[in-house]
């Protein structure tokens, strides 16, 4: 079955960094799209950033461009999310998502995607 499983959140201070990583498993990896997404207490989930099947597509939230990036390596079957200058507002869970990949298309609403990790937690604060 395909599974995705998101690691590497944690308590970071802001102006901060720190590297998420999405294992997949069950499926073959470079045919999906996949994405990135956040949801903090009190807020609807949000797409922040998305990435295409070959990795040479993507977008990126307002919130985050220039902030972040993300990242593919289909030989290993996973995906990254590279924060940098974090802030409180950057605070939530973070999960990642996939997708079946559409040549040169990008999707970024989360009934858009079919498979989703459990999420990590990211808390920015001194």
């Known amino acids: 079955e395909v599974q995705l499983q998101a690691s590497g959140g944690g308590l970071v201070q802001p102006g901060g960094s720190l590297k998420l990583s999405c294992a997949a498993s069950?499926?073959?990896?470079?045919?999906?799209?996949i994405a990135w997404f956040r949801q903090a207490p009190g807020k609807e989930r949000e797409a922040i950033s998305c990435?295409?099947?070959?990795?040479?597509?993507?977008y990126y939230a307002d919130s985050v461009k220039g902030r972040f990036t993300i990242s593919r390596d289909n030989a290993r079957d996973m995906m990254y999310l590279e924060m940098n200058s974090l802030t409180p507002e950057d605070t939530a869970t973070y999960y990642c998502?996939?997708?079946?990949?559409?040549?040169?298309?990008?999707?970024?609403?989360?009934?858009?995607?079919?498979?989703w990790g459990q999420g990590t937690l990211v808390t920015v604060s001194s």
């Open positions: 998502a996939s997708r079946p990949a559409v040549s040169g298309a990008l999707y970024a609403e989360v009934d858009d995607y079919t498979d």
């Open positions: 069950g499926f073959t990896f470079d045919d999906y799209a």
């Open positions: 990435i295409s099947s070959s990795g040479e597509s993507t």
